[in-house]
């Protein structure tokens, strides 16, 4: 099967923020209709109920193995966000209700949102939270976390990639050494599904978190894989659903479309290589063109598929609906901070300079992005770049010249 996706509708759109979300894969349009006649209950017993559960139990399969594990491991959630909450709030509450003496949390300090507030939240009620830093260049002291680990550590959570810069963090050797500890260790592998390849069991994950959404199918599933005899206190009560992990009647439609997208797991590496060309070309073509542009990260090892850049004189958000304007989807920082005037604090975290996070442009290119495209977009970025920068200096000549009138 060839892969496509649903282009925007919108003429001469280019979409360039595929960290944000994806759009579905093409294919999945004709798929849906034939699902639509499971259209019962896949916990019903009747009749009604017995193609959904075939199809539910048929999809947790193929997850499972696109994952590198076992059906009985996968729980089924909204997004990605809920897999973190749950995640962190679920081995917390367990550990709390059960006694368990350790209370320590180890996060690094560039999570998602998700997982940064549910650790946060969990301080009230007596855990005890370190966040490790990550530099400007995306590595994390390894020395410190070691110092960190203790008796007490009864969790820690660093993400695969960061969804902002791209940066893998070396999570397989952090794993190891929280076991070392008998802590459990849990990964937001959000951004690196059908971005690398990987495997849940060859990282010694305990928990990992994942969004349908950020690899070609639907929003609205996400999945935290749960080795088995990792422990969560069940937080969405219902009706038994996912063995009691978490209550509420499947999202089969969604379920089934990211089943249907592990059939592609051999196009990774090979998507991942075309798409690494266009974003090295892109990164060395900005730096020819636009003066004085710093790619954030770009000495460590990142997704193939994402930059973050600094352009200094250029307010992002600007930048951005210019960019818009032109036809062109970028981002500044992470998705769900859009809208808001505050830089994104991962940046922030990183050491970059309150301006300089403000300055920043977030490019993610996908499976479907073509080289016409990047081009186009390389030649739209520096004018829009010159004009705002030309708009700027006369700003502060003129407010000079004023300032000399009026002395
Ligand atoms: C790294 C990371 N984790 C978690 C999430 C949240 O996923 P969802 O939007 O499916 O809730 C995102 C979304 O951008 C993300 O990038």
């Not at 729980?75 to 966000?81: D, L």
């Not at 978490?246 to 075309?274: V, Y």
């Not at 992470?334 to 050491?351: F, K, R, V």
Request: charged letters at 20%; hydrophobic letters at 40%.
């Amino acid at each position: 099967m060839k892969f496509t996706t649903t282009r925007p509708k919108i003429s001469q759109f280019t979409y360039l923020d595929f960290n944000a979300t994806t759009p579905p894969a093409e294919f999945l349009q004709t798929k849906v209709v034939e699902w639509l006649h499971q259209w019962g209950n896949p916990s019903s017993i009747h009749q009604a109920g017995r193609g959904p559960k075939t199809l539910l139990r048929e999809s947790r399969q193929k997850i499972a193995k696109f994952l590198g594990t076992d059906s009985l491991e996968i729980i089924f959630t909204a997004g990605g966000s809920e897999a973190n909450n749950r995640a962190i709030r679920g081995s917390f509450d367990y550990a709390k209700a059960h006694s368990n003496p350790r209370n320590e949390i180890i996060i690094s300090s560039v999570e998602h949102p998700s997982l940064m507030k549910s650790a946060q939240s969990l301080v009230a009620s007596g855990a005890r939270l370190h966040i490790l830093p990550v530099s400007r260049e995306g590595q994390i002291d390894l020395k410190l976390y070691r110092s960190l680990l203790s008796e007490k550590t009864l969790l820690v959570s660093v993400m695969l990639a960061n969804n902002e810069t791209g940066t893998i963090f070396p999570v397989k050797e952090m794993a190891a050494l929280a076991h070392e500890k008998g802590a459990l260790f849990h990964s937001d592998c959000v951004q690196a599904m059908g971005k690398i390849e990987f495997d849940v069991k060859e990282l010694g994950l305990d928990l990992a978190s994942f969004a349908g959404h950020k690899f070609y199918a639907f929003k609205g599933v996400g999945v935290l894989f749960s080795a088995r005899g990792t422990n969560l206190q069940t937080e969405i009560y219902g009706g038994g659903q996912e063995r009691h992990r978490r209550g509420g009647t499947e999202n089969l439609l969604a379920i089934c479309s990211l089943a249907e997208m592990t059939a592609f797991k051999s196009e990774i590496f090979e998507q991942g290589q075309r798409v690494q060309k266009m974003r090295d070309y892109f990164e060395a073509e900005v730096l020819k063109q636009i003066s004085e542009v710093s790619i954030t990260a770009n000495q460590n090892l990142r997704l193939p598929n994402t930059s973050s850049l600094v352009i200094p004189g250029v307010d992002g958000e600007t930048l951005l609906m210019n960019l818009d304007m032109r036809g062109f989807g970028a981002s500044t920082g992470a998705a769900c901070s859009s809208g808001s005037p505050e830089p994104s604090p991962a940046l922030l975290a990183m050491g970059l300079a309150r301006y300089e996070a403000q300055s920043s442009l977030r490019v993610g290119l996908g499976w479907s992005t073509e080289e016409s495209e990047v081009e186009n977009f390389i030649e739209n970025l520096a004018a829009v770049v010159e004009h705002l920068r030309s708009i700027k200096n006369l700003k502060s000549k003129i407010y000079s010249e004023a300032r000399e009138l009026h002395a």
